[in-house]
Nanobody
Framework: VQLQASGGGLVQPGGSLRLSCAAS????????IGWFRQAPGKEREWVSC????????DYVDSVKGRFTISRDNAKNTVYLQMSSLKPEDTAVYYC????????????????WGQGTQVTVSS
């Protein structure tokens, strides 16, 4: 099982980035997808998730109203659209898949992708 995260980069405060998590069709049909981030010297933080069945979503409070998670089944991809970025959003972002298919604020994921670096700085 492969999850491929991409789309990170350097952006100024207030800017936007869209992260992509490419996965197999099987994963997207049956697994919930979560996004996590880890800043230097800090523990990994749950950011958002989307369910496989009804596309229900959830977000950590610090990104609500700024980040949007979505899926494009035709492209086998889950996106994390990030807007109004702040320096405190700087981190390595990971996507992961969980087999219940339900969106929960949890870290016990079944599969992890590699990270993509997001740096918010002027």
């Amino acid at each position: 099982v492969q999850l491929q995260a991409s789309g990170g980069g350097l952006v100024q405060p207030g800017g936007s980035l869209r992260l992509s998590c490419a996965a197999s069709r099987f994963i997207l049909d049956y697994y919930a997808i979560g996004w996590f981030r880890q800043a230097p010297g800090k523990e990994r933080e749950w950011v958002s998730c989307i369910s496989s069945d009804d596309d229900s979503t959830d977000y950590v409070d610090s990104v609500k109203g700024r980040f949007t998670i979505s899926r494009d089944n035709a492209k086998n991809t889950v996106y994390l659209q990030m807007s109004s970025l702040k320096p405190e959003d700087t981190a390595v972002y990971y996507c992961a898949a969980e087999g219940s298919g339900k969106c929960f604020r949890q870290y016990d994921m079944d599969y992890w992708g590699q990270g993509t670096q997001v740096t918010v700085s002027s």
